[in-house]
């Protein structure tokens, strides 16, 4: 098993940035592709980034391209979403799963995070 756990979610202006943390355990994380999405109320989950096992980064969502970046450190058992230029269109929970590729589906992940809630508002 791998275990995730999601940190670093919390409140923040229109135009701030956040850094949210994925720390895993159990399994070794250096062969997963871990993924960060984002569920806001009413709406679908939708894939917002995913770095590959090798370090590759893909966007899934147009909407936070130049904004969002994904980075990973296999030695810390972390993966980092660093969200700057942060929008109230932004506001969501945000998971980090891990799968064996990187996907735009959530499906395709076995292995999930409990979430942490970002907020954008003044």
């Known amino acids: 098993q791998l275990q995730l756990v999601e940190s670093g979610g919390g409140l923040v202006q229109p135009g701030g940035s956040l850094r949210l943390s994925c720390a895993a355990s159990g399994f070794t994380m250096d062969y997963y592709a871990i993924g960060w999405f984002r569920q806001a109320p009413g709406k679908e989950r939708e894939g917002v980034l995913c770095?590959?096992?090798?370090?590759?980064?893909?966007n899934y969502a147009d909407s936070v391209k130049g904004r969002f970046t994904i980075s990973r450190d296999n030695a810390k058992k972390t993966v980092i979403l660093q969200m700057n230029s942060l929008k109230p269109e932004d506001t969501a929970i945000y998971y980090c799963?891990?799968?064996?590729?990187?996907?735009?589906?959530?499906?395709?992940?076995?292995?999930w995070g409990q979430g942490t809630q970002v907020t954008v508002s003044s």
């Open positions: 799963a891990g799968s064996r590729i990187c996907s735009s589906r959530y499906a395709a992940y076995a292995y």
């Open positions: 770095i590959s096992s090798s370090g590759g980064s893909t």
